[in-house]
């Protein structure tokens, strides 16, 4: 199977990005570059329908990224480079399904075995599982202050959980399906009966 070159136009809208210098504009979602990849993104893939939703979901994908100008200067270094920014992209729009994982503590419990139970566990992680799963870089790229201790975390079990679910909303209500929801009947009135 051969792998689908990158687009060309999506590569040059992250490399420009890339390049703002920081602190970077006062606002991202009207900033030139920023509305060029947007509009790029749009162009290329079919499902990115709303401007609105999809500048919400790409400045979240660019901050978790690391954009350069966006970052704490003491983070600086915690960028991603353009390029694996530009595959990161591509393949997420591309993505049909993804795995969400639900992690309960069981600090409490005894020593237990490793349970399987379909695609979940009740298991313990080392500290590099446990850092690959929360990726602490990407912490740290959001908030300079947010730290995760795995080696702390890695002395008890864990109930995990594993959802497979599809993407078969567009980008911007996957990552703001709060905007897309009909609220209906009493919810948010005030007052009495109708």
């Keep these: 199977m051969t792998e689908t070159p990158l687009p060309a136009a999506l590569t040059n809208a992250v490399a420009a990005l890339w390049r703002i210098p920081p602190p970077g504009p006062n606002n991202l979602l009207s900033a030139p570059r920023f509305v060029h990849l947007r509009d790029t993104c749009e162009s290329l893939y079919p499902r990115a329908k709303s401007k609105d939703a999809l500048s919400f979901a790409l400045s979240n994908a660019l901050r978790a990224l690391g ?7 003491t983070n600086a270094h915690l960028a991603l480079p353009a390029e694996t920014v530009t595959e990161l992209l591509d393949a997420a729009f591309r993505r049909t399904e993804a795995l969400r994982v639900y992690l309960c503590p069981l600090d409490l419990a005894d020593d237990l075995p490793l349970l399987k139970f379909g695609p979940n566990s009740i298991r313990k992680f080392t500290t590099g599982e446990l850092e690959a799963l929360v990726d602490p ?3 740290q790229r959001i908030n300079a202050n947010w730290m995760f201790d795995a080696r702390s975390f890695s002395f008890f079990h864990w109930l995990v959980v594993n959802e497979t679910y599809p993407l078969d909303k567009e980008p911007g209500e996957r990552a703001a399906p709060l905007f897309y929801m009909i609220i209906a009947g009493t919810v948010g009135r005030v007052g009495g009966a109708s």
């Design 67 to 73: 954009l350069p100008s966006g970052l704490a200067p």
């Design 137 to 139: 870089p990407r912490l």
